[in-house]
């Protein structure tokens, strides 16, 4: 079983990866709207991260090298190159969902641990919260992003 200052040092990882990858995809999307989401929701992590990084060593969880397998569909949005841009989006928008619901888990997974501090629990209630937000930000901006083509007048998407 994985102790509590491993799990937050994961979502520590979580966090970080996430940003990056969020900041990486801003630059490739053609949507504003996502665009400005993603700029934004980038920061947000960054601070997430920051946050749980001075949590950790206030507590004195060691750094146990947890393995970087975080956001592994996040990832995939470094791989998106030269797809239509309309194609890019909506597999960025996917890509951005799915990452968001692994580390919503990983989030869950940590708060069912019973030795965490009150604290240490606020601090990821606040930031689960956060991110089940911005997973339906992210479902109100499907449409949008999805059928962007035909709101320009051009084909819509199947």
Known sequence: MIGSGAKVRALIRYNTDCALSYRRAAQKVRNDNFRNFLKSYSTRRMAF??????????????????????????KKLLNIRDEPSEIKDKAILRACGKGEERVRSAYDEALS?????AETKKILFRHRNYILVARRILFALKPIVVYQRHLSGRDSFN
């Open 49 to 74: 991260a920051d946050e749980l990084s001075q949590h950790a060593a206030k507590l004195n969880y060691p750094d146990q090298g947890v393995p970087h397998a975080a956001c592994r569909m996040m």
């Open 113 to 117: 641990s019973t030795d965490l501090s």
